[in-house]
């Protein structure tokens, strides 16, 4: 399984940003696909998850009612949308596959490379 993000950038707090994940290879269609970000001196957070099958939606309370985690299958894409940014969301952001598609919070067995996401205040 191949996963490429892209969409990542520099804004201003209160902005919007929408994150795309662009997915390829063998069969994922029991997967979960995580977005999860890693800022400088923090561990490792699991913003947001949807199943592949099943659109089942988990997101971390830091994140709930900003951020939403959707896909489209026919084009292999899963999405993270971004509102309301804030200084504390600045990291770096992955795409991710979890196998089972029932362990949202992981662990995640194939990642994509990062994207940057910036927020000034």
């Known amino acids: 399984v191949q996963l490429q993000a892209s969409g990542g950038g520099l804004v201003q707090a209160g902005d919007s940003l929408r994150l795309s994940c662009a997915v390829s290879?063998?069969?994922?269609?029991?997967?979960?696909m995580g977005w999860i970000r890693q800022a400088p001196g923090k561990e490792r957070e699991i913003v947001a998850a949807?199943?592949?099958?099943?659109?089942?939606?988990n997101y971390a309370d830091s994140v709930k009612g900003r951020f939403t985690v959707s896909k489209d299958n026919a084009k292999n894409m899963v999405y993270l949308q971004m509102n309301n940014l804030e200084p504390d969301d600045t990291a770096v952001y992955y795409c991710?596959?979890?196998?089972?598609?029932?362990?949202?919070?992981?662990?995640?067995?194939?990642w994509g490379q990062g994207t940057q996401v910036t927020v000034s205040s």
């Open positions: 290879g063998r069969t994922f269609s029991t997967y979960t």
């Open positions: 949807i199943s592949w099958k099943f659109g089942r939606t």
């Open positions: 991710a596959a979890e196998l089972t598609g029932n362990r949202w919070q992981g662990p995640y067995y194939y």
